[in-house]
């Protein structure tokens, strides 16, 4: 299972069409977000990338299940930083995310490592590598601005496509 994660920085006239246009330029805007709670599922791949391939799938609407990390201001001045860090065992490749947001990188890379290692310490028997996180983060300059990064798993329609297209 391949897990695409990408990272990207929204600005507009207010802090929901900023969320929009990360949403946008990660390339999963025109889906309907499902978060989930973080574990990765054994054999699977995580991958860093400028934007999510098309090769995801999915159309306007389907559900697309994701774990994501997103912070939002309208104050000039202040920063926006989310992050998403993910420790996996190097065989089975199972293991978890932790998401966190803040207004400093350090603060959110803080809690990121914090989280990994509280996470990695609830759990004798996994044997998971080392520590990698996904950081973004911007400073509000004017607009509305939003820092995310978004890791995506599968996508789903809403009913099957071929059912669809057989009753028209």
């Not at 774990?67 to 920063?79: D, I, K, L």
């Not at 190097?90 to 290692?117: A, D, M, N, W, Y």
């Not at 973004?136 to 509305?144: E, F, P, V």
Request: net charge negative; aromatic share 6%.
């Amino acid at each position: 299972m391949e897990l695409y994660i990408a990272g990207a920085i929204g600005r507009s006239g207010t802090e929901l069409s900023a969320f929009d246009h990360a949403l946008t330029r990660t390339g999963v805007a025109d889906r309907n977000l499902i978060r989930l709670s973080s574990v990765i599922p054994p054999g699977s791949e995580v991958i860093r990338t400028s934007r999510v391939p098309d090769s995801v799938g999915g159309t306007w609407g389907d559900r697309l299940y994701v774990v994501y990390a997103e912070q939002r201001t309208e104050e000039p001045g202040t920063e926006v930083w989310a992050g998403v860090g993910w420790i996996a065992d190097p065989v089975t490749k199972r293991g978890l995310f932790v998401e966190h947001e803040g207004t400093s990188e350090e603060f959110v890379r803080g809690q990121i490592s914090t989280s990994l290692e509280d996470l990695r310490r609830h759990r004798d028997d996994a044997d998971l590598g080392p520590p990698q996180m996904h950081v973004i983060g911007a400073m509000c300059t004017g607009q509305a601005t939003c820092a995310l990064v978004v890791c995506v798993y599968a996508v789903e329609p809403w009913q099957d496509r071929t059912a669809r297209a057989d009753s028209k």
